[in-house]
Nanobody, 126 residues
């Protein structure tokens, strides 16, 4: 298991940008696929993005393609979500997740992820 702590959330105007970070504990960070999920107020949790062990493969939900970028720095045990052109519908609690197993495409959004952070709030005003 790995402990995950998100940071970087806040209040931003529509069209603005935020960069979320997820710091992981331990020495085995590079052995985990990483992902971001979000839960808008009053709605179910939804998948946002995933990244492979070395960062060579990435997957995004259609609603954020071209606006969000997931990346990782294995030397610093950290995964990032760079968000630009933010919209009010991006308002949600954002969670990072980790799993030791491979995934691709829709499988990344549908499978159960092993470990979760506590979440960080992102609010986009109009």
């Amino acid at each position: 298991q790995v402990q995950l702590v998100e940071s970087g959330g806040g209040l931003v105007q529509a069209g603005g940008s935020l960069r979320l970070s997820c710091a992981a504990s331990g020495r085995t960070f590079s052995t985990y696929y990483m992902a971001w999920f979000r839960q808008p107020p009053g709605k179910e949790r939804e998948f946002v993005a995933a990244i492979s062990w070395g960062g060579g493969s990435k997957y995004y939900v259609d609603s954020v393609k071209g606006r969000f970028t997931i990346s990782r720095d294995n030397a610093k045990n950290t995964v990032f979500l760079q968000m630009s052109s933010l919209k009010p519908e991006d308002t949600a609690i954002y969670y990072c997740a980790a799993d030791r197993d491979y995934c691709s495409g829709d499988g990344c959004s549908e499978r159960a992820w092993d470990d979760w952070g506590q979440g960080t709030q992102v609010t986009v005003s109009s």
